[in-house]
């Protein structure tokens, strides 16, 4: 028989023969954990790895950020109200009825967005022509403002200013300015007839920058406007996001330096003796977003020796859609004769 005091001799050796089989548990649990986490860590580090090697390769797909990923989830968004927008639009075009301008919602005043912007492009000393516009359809004072807030038609004399700043044609203009208050003042264009080209340019640009419009029209300051039936036309034209309407024509190609028409790029034009099509000069329009087209890129847009040229340039190889329109065409094409649009 053993004695009490081998039974506790007994079971303290039972308790620390436990305490090591506990701690090799322990042990080898953190072990486990251990070796598992490396595993996943390794697997981690070759993913990463392989799309890193993918991304140089050009086999795998670039990594976007989380700011990159909302902007496409948004613009997913807005594209799928867009079409629907649209299938709206055809739906109501047709059961006959007609389109109105946008609107936009500032708190609890709701201003609807201008028809157009028109620029007229004039020049120093050409004050008897910008008063005859206003007198036969633009408008001054009231006039000009009942026009902007009634019909949705914003008009413009557009002008840089002269090589000799501040001189007497620009103090001019300011002056017929501040009693008009119907100029646009290009102050970062010299006015020099090889510049119109540019002043087109500018004025597409600031216009799109300044008013939020749904069409931005380029007039000459001898082209007098059936206003009224100019904005029905451009109603006709408000289901197309990207137009570009005007008298469209193709014209030749003048190399001779003395000519009147001379093209200093004119090796640049395919056969040398006709331009691609494009919109006459003395009238034409485009839509909001082709302005802004402009506008973003105008310091990379080439110009021509003529502004029409050079318009119908900067939208080849764009998915816009030309509108060859009758009612922009000049009356009459003879030298000093008015032009009648509309």
């Not at 103090?171 to 264009?189: C, G, P, V, W, Y």
């Not at 039936?229 to 008298?247: E, S």
């Amino acid at each position: 028989m053993l004695s009490r005091g081998s039974n506790a001799r007994l079971s303290g050796m039972a308790f620390r023969s436990r305490i090591p089989t506990l701690l090799l548990s322990m042990f080898a649990t953190f072990a486990s954990i251990y070796v598992a986490g490396r595993l996943w860590q390794d697997a981690q580090n070759r993913v990463y790895l392989i799309e890193e090697l993918d991304k140089i390769t050009g086999q795998g797909h670039s990594a976007i950020s989380v700011d990159d990923t909302l902007k496409i989830i948004a613009c997913r968004e807005q594209q799928k109200k867009l079409a629907a927008l649209e299938m709206e639009l055809a739906a109501a075009v047709q059961k006959g009825f007609t389109s109105t301008r946008s609107t936009e919602t500032n708190g609890t005043h709701t201003k609807k967005r201008p028809l157009v912007v028109i620029g007229i492009l004039t020049r120093f000393g050409r004050n008897n022509n910008r008063d005859a516009i206003r007198k036969a359809w633009m408008g001054s004072g009231g006039a000009l403002k009942n026009l902007e807030n009634q019909k949705g038609i914003i008009a413009r004399f557009v002008i840089g200013r002269s090589a000799n700043r501040g001189d007497q044609f620009d103090q001019a203009i300011d002056s017929e300015n501040r009693k008009t208050n119907d100029f646009m003042i290009l102050d970062d264009h010299v006015e020099a007839p090889e510049e119109y080209s540019k002043k087109a340019k500018l004025f597409f640009a600031h216009a799109a920058e300044k008013w939020d419009a749904e069409f931005y029209a380029k007039v000459n300051d001898d082209v007098f406007l059936n206003i009224d039936a100019f904005g029905a036309t451009l109603a006709t034209h408000m289901d197309k996001p990207r137009v570009y309407i005007g008298c469209m024509k193709s014209g030749e190609v003048f190399s001779e330096p003395g000519h009147k028409w001379y093209e200093p790029d004119w090796w640049k034009f395919g056969d040398k003796r006709s331009y691609f099509r494009h919109a006459s000069g003395e009238l034409y329009v485009i839509s909001q977003a082709l302005a802004k087209f402009i506008m973003i890129n105008r310091a990379i847009l080439r110009t021509y020796a003529h502004d029409d040229v050079s318009a119908g340039s900067w939208f080849i190889g764009l998915d816009v859609k030309h509108v060859d329109e009758a009612k922009f065409c000049c009356s009459s094409w003879s030298s000093g004769a008015v032009c009648a649009g509309v």
